[in-house]
C-alpha cells in the first residue's frame, strides 16, 4: 500500500520570497541629464522609460535633421533641447550621459564623439561591429575616464534576477541546456537598414544578440561554436543557427530570423528542472520553474518599458564616479562580440571596411 498523494502538492505556486525583490527600485536611482544621439524608435522607447519610470530626465535631443529632433523632443522628452548635429549635443554643458541610439554602423563613431567631449555612454546593442571596434571604443572610455556600457537592457530586468537566482540556488540542479530564439519578420527591402550591408544590417546583430547574450549571461564563453544559415541577396544573414558547446557539457541551442514568424522563447534546463519563459524572454515578464518532483514555481515581473532598468543602473554607476557596470562589463560584452563575429565568419557575412 502506498501512501496517497496530496494533489495541491504539485499546483502551481508563487516562486519563494526570498528569490524576488533583487533589482532595486526604479524611483531609487540618483537623477542624471541624458542626451539622446539618434531619433529612431529605439530612442523613442528608452526616452519614455526614463521619463515615465525614473528620476532623470531628457535634456537633449540630437539628429543630422533638426526639424526631426524637434519633432520627436516633443513627441518622447518634452523640454529637451533639439539640435541638429551630433557635435551640439555632446556640447551641451547640461547633458552627463549621452545614449547613442543610430545604427551598428556607425555606434563607434558617434560614442567616440560623445567620449572625446567628456560624456559617459550608454550605447545601443550591439556596442560596435565587431569586437575589433568595441576594443578602440573601450579603449577611448578608459582613457578618458568616463563610463561606457552597452545597453544589454535584459540584464537588469527584475525576472531575470529572479532566474539566476534560481539557478544559483541549485533549484534546478546543473544548467545543461539554454534555448533561446528571437524571429521578427521582416519581407525582404533592400533599402531597409536590416538587409543594408553599410548600416551592418542582418538578423545577428540586430535580434540574436539577445539569444547569444542571454546565453553567455547563464553559461559564459563557450568553447566551440557551430553556426548555419542563409543570407539575403545583400549579403547579410537572415535566418541564423547557433550551437555554443561548453567544457562542462553544456551547451545553448540558440536561433534568429528575419525571415520567419517564430518566438521570443527561452528554456533553461537543469539536472533537475527547468526555467520556461514562453514569449519575449529578453522583454520585462515572468517565468515558470517546473522540477524534477514535478511541482512548479511561478514568477512575474513587474511590466512597462524595460530600457529604464539600465538607465537607472546608468545613473547609479555615473552617480558613484564608476566607469563600468558589474551586470555588463566591458569583458562582457567583448565576450559577446566575440561570439558574434565567429558566428558571423562561419556564415560569410563581411561589412564594408572589415
Known amino acids: 500500500m502506498t501512501d496517497a498523494v496530496d494533489p495541491s502538492a504539485y499546483a502551481p505556486r508563487l516562486i519563494p520570497a526570498d528569490l524576488v525583490g533583487t533589482v532595486p527600485d526604479l524611483a531609487s536611482a540618483p537623477p542624471v541629464r541624458w542626451g539622446v544621439l539618434g531619433a529612431g524608435a529605439i530612442a523613442a522607447s528608452f526616452c519614455d522609460g526614463v521619463r515615465e519610470r525614473t528620476a532623470s530626465s531628457v535634456v537633449a535631443v540630437g539628429s543630422r535633421d533638426l526639424a526631426r529632433a524637434e519633432a520627436f523632443a516633443g513627441a518622447h522628452a518634452p523640454g529637451a533641447r533639439p539640435y541638429g548635429s551630433y557635435a551640439e549635443l555632446v556640447a551641451d554643458p547640461d547633458v552627463d550621459v549621452v545614449y547613442v541610439a543610430t545604427p551598428h554602423s556607425h555606434h563607434l563613431e558617434h560614442a567616440l564623439v560623445a567620449i572625446r567631449a567628456g560624456k559617459h555612454v550608454l550605447v545601443e546593442k550591439p556596442l560596435t561591429r565587431s569586437a575589433a571596434e568595441s576594443r578602440v571604443l573601450l579603449d ?22 529572479a532566474l539566476r537566482s534560481v539557478v544559483a540556488r541549485g533549484e534546478i540542479g546543473e544548467v545543461v541546456t539554454v534555448a533561446a530564439d528571437f524571429d521578427v519578420l521582416f519581407p ?20 540574436g544578440i539577445y539569444p547569444v547574450a542571454f546565453a553567455h549571461d547563464l553559461l559564459g564563453v563557450p568553447s566551440t561554436i557551430t553556426a548555419t544559415g542563409t543570407l539575403a541577396p545583400t549579403g547579410v544573414d537572415d535566418h541564423v543557427a547557433m550551437l555554443l558547446g561548453y567544457e562542462s557539457g553544456a551547451h545553448a541551442v540558440l536561433r534568429t530570423s528575419s525571415r520567419s514568424v517564430g518566438t521570443a522563447a527561452a528554456t533553461i534546463t537543469g539536472t533537475r528542472g527547468r526555467i520556461e519563459i514562453p514569449e519575449w524572454f529578453f522583454t520585462p515578464t515572468g517565468f515558470r520553474v517546473v522540477r524534477a518532483d514535478g511541482s512548479t514555481w511561478t514568477f512575474q515581473g513587474p511590466t512597462g518599458e524595460g530600457k529604464a532598468y539600465e538607465a537607472a543602473e546608468v545613473a547609479r554607476r555615473v552617480t558613484a564616479g564608476e566607469t563600468q557596470s558589474e551586470r555588463v562589463t566591458w569583458q562582457d560584452t567583448l565576450e559577446v562580440m566575440g561570439i558574434l563575429d565567429e558566428v558571423r565568419r562561419q556564415l560569410g557575412v563581411v561589412y564594408p571596411g572589415e
Open 188 to 207: 525582404y527591402d533592400p533599402s531597409h537598414r536590416l538587409f543594408a550591408p553599410e548600416l551592418a544590417g542582418g538578423a545577428l546583430l540586430d535580434l
Open 140 to 161: 577611448a572610455a578608459r582613457e578618458a575616464g568616463v563610463f561606457c556600457m552597452e545597453a544589454m537592457w535584459t540584464r537588469f530586468l527584475p525576472h531575470v534576477a
